[in-house]
């Protein structure tokens, strides 16, 4: 430290926020530079998934039993979530501007936007 720091007497923190950390201070020798990432293929060998059973999901059996939770219900339109549907249409909307919208589509785009979502779609 400096003569006059000293002669001060002045309790000074050792890290300073401004200045810039160098790299021997952040890792001394001997030490890890931190947690490294695993690949795949470490993970698979690491953990024995052929010893599991077949219906249990981990990374590599991706099928799994469907969802307990309710399906969210989108609008048809803008992909927002959609608290309100038009009787007369069936689709999903998120407000009034795209119910006006949803008003005012033809019968066939009515019907496509059914088609998309997988509704039931009613060809006249």
Same mark, same amino acid.
């Given at each position: 430290?400096?003569?006059?720091?000293?002669?001060?007497? $002045?309790?000074? @923190?050792?890290?300073?926020? /401004?200045? !810039?950390?160098?790299?021997?201070?952040?890792?001394?020798?001997?030490?890890? !530079?931190?947690?490294?990432?695993?690949?795949?293929?470490?993970?698979?060998?690491?953990?024995?998934?052929?010893?599991?059973? &077949?219906?249990? &999901?981990?990374?590599?059996?991706?099928?799994? &039993?469907?969802?307990?939770? @309710?399906?969210? !219900?989108?609008?048809?339109?803008?992909?927002?979530?959609?608290?309100?549907?038009?009787?007369?249409?069936?689709?999903?909307?998120?407000?009034?501007?795209? /119910?006006? $919208?949803?008003?005012? $589509?033809?019968?066939?785009?009515?019907? !496509?936007? $059914?088609?998309?979502?997988?509704?039931?779609?009613?060809?006249?």
């Amino acid at each position: 430290m400096e003569a006059e720091v000293l002669e001060a007497e $002045l309790v000074l @923190p050792t890290y300073l926020s /401004f200045k !810039r950390v160098q790299m021997y201070e952040k890792y001394p020798k001997g030490q890890s !530079r931190g947690r490294h990432w695993k690949h795949l293929k470490q993970i698979l060998q690491a953990e024995n998934y052929r010893n599991y059973p &077949p219906d249990e &999901p981990n990374y590599v059996n991706i099928e799994s &039993p469907p969802s307990m939770h @309710p399906c969210k !219900r989108l609008c048809d339109m803008t992909g927002y979530e959609a608290p309100y549907y038009d009787p007369r249409t069936n689709l999903r909307y998120a407000n009034a501007e795209v /119910f006006k $919208l949803v008003r005012s $589509l033809p019968s066939e785009y009515v019907q !496509r936007y $059914l088609a998309l979502r997988n509704a039931a779609v009613v060809l006249k």
